[in-house]
Every structure is written in structure tokens, then in C-alpha cells.
Nanobody, 121 residues
Framework: QVQLVESGGGLVQPGGSLRLSCVAS????????MGWYRQAPGKQRELVAA???????NYADSVKGRFTISRDDAKNTVYLQMNSLKPEDTAVYYC???????????????WGQGTQVTVSS
């Protein structure tokens, strides 16, 4: 059983910062791409940022220069540092990981349960 658990969400004022964490646990052989997605009310889920096992990153245009994704493979953890937050960043943020449970497994996508981020004065 594989589980992704996010933490770090909350209420923050515009211009503030938050750091999200996502820990993958369970039977894991290797983790490939890890990413953060978000979904605002009435909108589709969208990619915020992703990082490969080699450290390559990509970001949504709306967060470039403000958000930074990183990972600690020793801890099976991915982070999202969010600075200069705006009200339009308000959403549920979901962690995603492509991983294998053993050497013969296919690379499968797993999701966390989501953490709420609210940016408001």
C-alpha cells in the first residue's frame, strides 16, 4: 500500500508564504516524477510544479518566480515553497507521484488527499 500525505496548508495573507510537504510511504521501489497540482472551486485541476528524479523542474506560468519545488529522495518527500502568495492561489493543493512498488512494476501515479491553501486578508 502506498500513501501520499500532504501538510503545510492553511490561511495566509496576500504576500505571505507557505511551505507544503508531501511524504510518500509504503512499499516503494523508486519514485520518478513528483508534482503539485491545485484545484480551485469551479475549476479544473491544474499542474502547479513538477520535478523529475533527475531534478529537472517545470512550473505553471502563473507561479514562476514565486514558487519553488524541491525533493528529498532520502525522505521520499516533495516540497513546494510558495512565496508572494496571491488570492488567486487559493485552492486545494494535491501531491502527485509516479512510482514503482517493485522492480517489475509499472510506473503508476498516486495522489494525496489534498491540503487547503487560502490566501485572504
Amino acid at each position: 500500500q502506498v500513501q501520499l500525505v500532504e501538510s503545510g496548508g492553511g490561511l495566509v495573507q496576500p504576500g505571505g508564504s507557505l511551505r507544503l510537504s508531501c511524504v510518500a510511504s509504503g512499499s516503494i521501489f523508486s519514485i520518478n516524477r513528483m508534482g503539485w497540482y491545485r484545484q480551485a472551486p469551479g475549476k479544473q485541476r491544474e499542474l502547479v510544479a513538477a520535478i523529475t528524479s533527475g531534478g529537472s523542474t517545470n512550473y505553471a506560468d502563473s507561479v514562476k518566480g514565486r514558487f519553488t519545488i524541491s525533493r528529498d529522495d532520502a525522505k521520499n518527500t516533495v516540497y513546494l515553497q510558495m512565496n508572494s502568495l496571491k488570492p488567486e492561489d487559493t485552492a486545494v493543493y494535491y501531491c502527485n507521484a509516479g512510482l514503482k512498488k517493485d522492480s517489475g512494476d509499472f510506473n503508476r501515479a498516486y495522489w494525496g488527499q489534498g491540503t487547503q491553501v487560502t490566501v485572504s486578508s
